[in-house]
């Protein structure tokens, strides 16, 4: 699957969906609050996404960290869904992930069974990457790193790369998640890095 993949990825619209697929995949995209996670699963997906985003309230205030999100209204409390038909046979199931620390705990069992996850990134507040990297490094999940650019980039991807400690291995890519071609694109990087490992493991290379 993974060797055409990007190909069908690519060539995916918001077409009539089949009533039965035989292969189920389901990529994870988690990242920090605020980070852009509901924008891209909802511009890409091909369905009308599902999301549990509920309104903000003084409840919060003190708890959540709205540093650089001041103007955030609301926020996801489980985790958002959406798909992407990949061909006859196989869909994409994207699962974005609820970013405030106090729902890091659903992180592990959204990570379970998944062919690999996508890391949203935002350059004013980094540090809330860490741990997504951390938790999927410990399951082995293959992703990728995606800085969301809410404007003008003030870092280099090789500033982030060096802020992040990510290994060379790692993609590390740019995306505007309300852009759908754009969240495509980074999907599609997602589907290569797994080609790519899977090439490596079946020439016997050693992967990281």
Not at 3 to 25: M, Q
Not at 77 to 91: K, M, Y
Not at 106 to 125: I, K, M, P, Y
Request: aromatic share 6%.
């Amino acid at each position: 699957m993974v060797s055409n993949s990007s190909d069908t990825l690519a060539a995916a619209g918001r077409a009539p969906l089949s009533s039965t697929a035989a292969n189920g995949l389901k990529i994870v995209v988690v990242g920090g609050f605020g980070v852009g996670k509901t924008t891209l699963v909802g511009s890409v997906s091909e369905i009308r996404p599902l999301n549990t985003e509920e309104t903000m309230t003084r409840a919060g205030e003190g708890v959540d960290d709205l540093t650089g999100v001041q103007g955030k209204r609301s926020t996801t409390v489980a985790f958002d869904f959406g798909r992407i038909t990949l061909g006859a046979e196989n869909v994409l199931y994207l699962f974005g992930a609820p970013g405030q620390e106090r729902f890091w705990f659903l992180w592990d069992r959204l990570f379970s069974g998944a062919l690999g996850a996508v890391v949203l990134v935002d350059t004013r507040r980094l540090e809330e990457s860490w741990y997504a990297i951390d938790r999927l490094e410990h399951h082995g999940t293959p992703f990728v790193v995606v800085r969301n650019n809410f404007g003008p980039p003030e870092h280099t991807l090789a500033e982030v790369r060096a802020a992040l400690d990510l290994a060379d291995h790692v993609p590390l890519v740019e995306c505007d998640a309300r852009d759908r071609e754009s969240s495509k694109q980074v999907l599609i990087e997602l589907v290569r890095h797994l080609h790519r490992m899977a090439e490596a493991e079946a020439s016997g290379e050693d992967t990281p």
